[in-house]
């Protein structure tokens, strides 16, 4: 649930429309599916080393482990800024799905509503913080399957107007969109790489599950199968819910645009509006607000335990370690919270506007944190292989490797280096789209130098690698499946 909660949210549900309005139809499935290959090859790449060590951190203590501490330092505070500057994009994304009730009210209201539930549930403590999120994990799910049902519903005549859609919208205005009018395949690939780095955004958060390896219970037995079984769901989600979405809304739709300020930005509620079906939009756009919030209270949890985790590991001030008498780093949710702030650009600009900046920002980051993942692995194989093991004897091992972790390295590069190549063009230039894209990129390789000349620290050899340090606590955590008593069990294990 924390993986299919953390990833299902306002990347699907609002910044497709952007996506679609740059890529097309085809443009856009083929961003999502391309960008879904990397976060498949990510999840079996960090399924093979956290199934074997299920350690607190995650990838960022097992780029300690596996690189150096530099690599590690590096990663972990691009994970906090991603995170980090992810709250703000939720926010600015929930005042843009509230301005579709009240579109006259100061944007500052509704961030600062969105805020203060935000960090209520955080300084809550982890108990409340679980129970809300499991409750905006299932109000999520049964949206996005509901409105993929209901979609198809619509595109096959079953909505009031009894239009029957089908491929309409891939014949005129066609499968691509030449994008700023650019002709040729300049303009399509422009257009689909545009989709790309807005799929990554919507992607951002798949490996979010190797950070709850170490709390998860009989994790060399139930790690595998969440890796198994989460990328399909994923997978059949976003892919199913764009396919559905370039068949609903023209991509010349000037509703799309979410940078006018215009709350039904939401493709969904596009086609929902267009099928001519009243009161829905708005229960539709409640969902989609409590995905927000979701969305918020998470990255606010996540970035305060990163700052939390950088500190303990001596990669942050010590003031970070300080908690409350019942565990929780009210110092480092505090600090992330701070940054929350820059949510209220959406007072003088538009919140879709704002939100376009942050969740560029993310996609990038998120970039990074796969490509780093991918060099983890490489290096733990090859350490792994050298000390005399074999790849069979982890909890899960793939046959895609080390092809996988490959991928994700170099898609990854790939992506980051086109996520904003349209600055480029003659009379294009944009400093905004240009550091929102590029500096989280550019951010990680001073990190890691910095990083080393402050530490100096070789890179550990692969005879000299930890693979042993925590594995007999880890083996006595393990245990076998219970088995089920009944068919219901049955059917449920198999589902969870």
């Given at each position: 649930?924390?993986?299919?909660?953390?990833?299902?949210?306002?990347?699907?549900?609002?910044?497709?429309a952007s996506a679609l309005m740059n890529g097309g139809p085809l443009g856009l499935l083929l961003g999502?599916?391309?960008?879904?290959?990397?976060?498949?090859?990510?999840?079996?790449?960090?399924?093979?080393?956290?199934?074997?060590?299920?350690?607190?951190?995650?990838?960022?203590?097992?780029?300690?482990?596996?690189?150096?501490?530099?690599?590690?330092?590096?990663?972990?505070?691009?994970?906090?800024?991603?995170?980090?500057?992810?709250?703000?994009?939720?926010?600015?994304?929930?005042?843009?799905?509230?301005?579709?009730?009240?579109?006259?009210?100061?944007?500052?209201?509704?961030?600062?509503?969105?805020?203060?539930?935000?960090?209520?549930?955080?300084?809550?403590?982890?108990?409340?913080?679980?129970?809300?999120?499991?409750?905006?994990?299932?109000?999520?799910?049964?949206?996005?399957?509901?409105?993929?049902?209901?979609?198809?519903?619509?595109?096959?005549?079953?909505?009031?107007?009894?239009?029957?859609?089908?491929?309409?919208?891939?014949?005129?205005?066609?499968?691509?969109?030449?994008?700023?009018?650019?002709?040729?395949?300049?303009?399509?690939?422009?257009?689909?790489?545009?989709?790309?780095?807005?799929?990554?955004?919507?992607?951002?958060?798949?490996?979010?599950?190797?950070?709850?390896?170490?709390?998860?219970?009989?994790?060399?037995?139930?790690?595998?199968?969440?890796?198994?079984?989460?990328?399909?769901?994923?997978?059949?989600?976003?892919?199913?819910?764009?396919?559905?979405?370039g068949l609903l809304v023209p991509s010349n739709n000037p509703l799309l645009n979410v940078n006018s300020?215009?709350?039904?930005?939401?493709?969904?509620?596009?086609?929902?509006?267009?099928?001519?079906?009243?009161?829905?939009?708005?229960?539709?756009?409640?969902?989609?607000?409590?995905?927000?919030?979701?969305?918020?209270?998470?990255?606010?949890?996540?970035?305060?335990?990163?700052?939390?985790?950088?500190?303990?590991?001596?990669?942050?001030?010590?003031?970070?370690?300080?908690?409350?008498?019942?565990?929780?780093?009210?110092?480092?949710?505090?600090?992330?919270?701070?940054?929350?702030?820059?949510?209220?650009?959406?007072?003088?600009?538009?919140?879709?506007?704002?939100?376009?900046?942050?969740?560029?920002?993310?996609?990038?980051?998120?970039?990074?944190?796969?490509?780093?993942?991918?060099?983890?692995?490489?290096?733990?194989?090859?350490?792994?292989?050298?000390?005399?093991?074999?790849?069979?004897?982890?909890?899960?091992?793939?046959?895609?490797?080390?092809?996988?972790?490959?991928?994700?390295?170099?898609?990854?590069?790939?992506?980051?280096?086109?996520?904003?190549?349209?600055?480029?063009?003659?009379?294009?230039?944009?400093?905004?789209?240009?550091?929102?894209?590029?500096?989280?990129?550019?951010?990680?390789?001073?990190?890691?130098v910095g990083a080393k000349i402050w530490k100096r620290v070789p890179i550990v050899k692969p005879n000299?690698?930890?693979?042993?340090?925590?594995?007999?606590?880890?083996?006595?955590?393990?245990?076998?499946?219970?088995?089920?008593?009944?068919?219901?069990?049955?059917?449920?294990?198999?589902?969870?």
């Open positions: 649930m924390i993986s299919i909660a953390g990833v299902i949210g306002t990347g699907l549900f609002l910044g497709t999502y599916i391309f960008v879904g290959s990397i976060s498949y090859c990510v999840m079996i790449t960090i399924g093979e080393m956290i199934s074997y060590l299920p350690i607190a951190g995650g990838h960022i203590k097992l780029a300690e482990r596996f690189v150096d501490p530099a690599f590690s330092f590096a990663l972990g505070w691009n994970l906090w800024y991603n995170w980090t500057v992810t709250l703000p994009a939720e926010l600015s994304a929930a005042a843009t799905i509230i301005n579709f009730w009240h579109p006259g009210v100061n944007n500052a209201v509704w961030i600062t509503m969105c805020l203060v539930v935000a960090i209520g549930i955080n300084m809550s403590g982890v108990g409340v913080y679980g129970e809300t999120e499991f409750i905006f994990a299932s109000i999520k799910v049964v949206t996005i399957v509901g409105l993929i049902i209901f979609g198809i519903i619509l595109d096959l005549g079953g909505g009031p107007n009894h239009d029957r859609i089908g491929f309409r919208y891939w014949k005129d205005p066609g499968p691509f969109v030449q994008f700023y009018g650019i002709s040729g395949m300049t303009g399509r690939f422009l257009g689909w790489s545009r989709a790309v780095t807005q799929a990554a955004f919507a992607y951002s958060g798949l490996e979010v599950v190797a950070m709850a390896a170490a709390e998860s219970k009989n994790p060399r037995k139930n790690l595998p199968k969440a890796i198994r079984r989460v990328y399909i769901r994923i997978l059949l989600f976003y892919i199913g819910g764009v396919f559905v979405i300020d215009n709350a039904s930005a939401s493709p969904f509620v596009i086609a929902i509006n267009q099928a001519g079906i009243k009161g829905l939009p708005s229960v539709i756009n409640a969902a989609l607000l409590t995905s927000a919030w979701s969305a918020a209270s998470s990255n606010l949890y996540i970035s305060s335990r990163g700052l939390h985790g950088l500190a303990a590991s001596g990669n942050a001030p010590k003031v970070f370690l300080r908690t409350s008498r019942s565990g929780l780093p009210y110092v480092a949710v505090a600090m992330c919270a701070s940054f929350s702030l820059l949510a209220y650009m959406a007072v003088n600009t538009s919140s879709g506007m704002v939100f376009t900046w942050f969740s560029s920002m993310c996609a990038t980051a998120g970039l990074t944190t796969w490509f780093g993942i991918g060099v983890i692995y490489l290096r733990f194989r090859k350490g792994f292989l050298a000390q005399g093991h074999k790849m069979s004897e982890l909890p899960y091992s793939s046959r895609f490797q080390p092809f996988a972790a490959w991928w994700a390295i170099g898609a990854s590069l790939v992506t980051l280096l086109f996520s904003a190549w349209e600055v480029f063009l003659r009379d294009n230039w944009s400093t905004a789209t240009f550091m929102t894209n590029y500096l989280p990129m550019m951010l990680f390789p001073v990190l890691y000299e690698m930890d693979f042993h340090s925590g594995i007999a606590e880890i083996e006595a955590m393990t245990h076998p499946d219970v088995l089920p008593r009944n068919i219901v069990e049955a059917i449920w294990m198999k589902l969870t």
